[in-house]
């Protein structure tokens, strides 16, 4: 039900956190674990905001994605055209009288 990438990008920013400022990173760590549930609510929402995502990303892909099975077919059908007669357009001959 989580996706593992938000559960990574929050363990990621931990550790950012941890590295520039050490007591908020360990007062927010302890928060989390006091405030479990809160916690494990904020990382269900966030799962889904990434699945939401990734849905989006794959709807409005222009190029189908690296991984569409369709994408060869796609790129290597031809469409079969007919060439049209050309001709000089007419002129009107109204029109050319008033000038």
């Known amino acids: ?3 593992w990438r938000a559960v990574a990008d929050t363990g990621k920013s931990f550790l950012e956190m ?6 908020a990173a360990i007062l927010w760590g302890a928060a989390c674990v006091l405030l479990f549930p809160f ?20 709807e409005f892909d222009p190029g189908g ?3 569409d099975p369709f994408r060869q077919r796609r790129e290597g059908d031809f469409v ?3 060439e049209l007669e ?7 001959k109204r029109l050319l009288d008033d000038e």
Do not use: T, W
Request: proline share 5%.
């Open 86 to 92: 050309s001709k000089p357009k007419e002129v009107d």
């Open 39 to 58: 916690f494990s609510l904020y990382l269900f929402v966030k799962s889904i905001g990434y699945n939401r995502l990734q849905a989006m990303q794959r």
């Open 18 to 23: 941890l590295r520039r400022n050490p007591i």
């Open 80 to 82: 079969d055209f007919e």
């Open 65 to 67: 994605g690296q991984n």
């Open 1 to 3: 039900i989580i996706n």
